[in-house]
């Protein structure tokens, strides 16, 4: 009931292009859902973050959007850059003080933007 | 944003001995924060969830005397490898949690350590 899937776990994209990750969870009790980029040899780094009470969030060149129904979230990266080539993890956590807000991650995607 | 470092960055040791991670959030009181083990190209595993305070939560499967964890103050966290072996090495990460950002669930991770057991 913990699990997120992530999907899919690599993807290569044309600079200019748009890069689409998709996660599905099971637990409607998860109401706070971030994606974190990591760079090889770094710690995840907080990208943009999403509660169920709206269905679309837009920082900058990414986009989360949610499905709270379809229990998905998905992250858009538009005009994909080189530099944005690293792995994305989406997670899901909740509020209950006993679970003491564990976040649950998906596998992870490797995302390459080729020039 | 909040800023967790850690330190050292990178340690290799010999097998049975000891290394201790230190975790801090820079520019703001974590009451809570997580340690984390990572294998290469796959996801954060979740170790144990440390409290100011109080005694450490340990995941299940992940053994409390071999990875001690203290957290003696709302900035500073500490992950000691007990009698380390070869299997403990990996990349360990903390994060902690702003409990007076926007997002009070916000969990900020620090830049990872990488342990080699030689």
């Known amino acids: 009931q913990q699990q997120v899937k992530q999907s899919p776990q690599s993807l290569i994209v044309q600079k200019g292009g748009i890069s689409i990750i998709n996660c599905a969870y099971e637990?409607?009790?998860?109401?706070?859902f971030p994606w974190y980029q990591q760079f090889p040899g770094k710690g995840p780094a907080l990208l943009i973050a999403?509660?169920?009470?709206?269905s679309e969030k837009k920082e900058g060149r990414f986009t989360i959007s949610f499905n709270k129904s379809a229990k998905q979230f998905s992250l858009h990266i538009m005009d994909s850059q080189p530099g944005d080539s690293a792995t994305y993890f989406c997670a899901a956590t909740y509020r209950i003080k006993a679970a003491g807000n564990k976040l649950t991650f998906g596998g992870g995607t490797r995302v390459l933007v080729k020039p | 944003g909040a800023v967790v470092s850690q330190h050292p960055s990178w340690v290799i040791c010999k097998s049975g001995t000891s290394v201790k991670i230190e975790c801090r959030s820079l520019?703001?009181?974590?009451?809570?924060m997580f340690w984390y083990r990572q294998f290469p190209k796959q996801s954060l595993m979740l170790m144990a969830t440390s409290n100011e305070g109080s005694k450490a939560t340990y995941e299940q499967g992940v053994e409390k005397d071999k990875f001690l964890i203290n957290h003696a103050s709302l900035t500073l966290s500490t992950l000691t490898v007990t009698s380390a072996h070869p299997e403990d090495s990996s990349f360990y990460i903390c994060?902690?949690?702003?409990?007076?950002?926007?997002?009070?669930?916000?969990?900020?991770f620090g830049p990872g350590t990488r342990l080699t057991v030689l």
């Open positions: 999403i509660r169920p009470d709206v």
């Open positions: 520019d703001f009181q974590a009451t809570t």
């Open positions: 637990n409607t009790a998860f109401d706070y």
């Open positions: 994060s902690a949690r702003d409990p007076s950002g926007p997002f009070t669930d916000t969990q900020y």
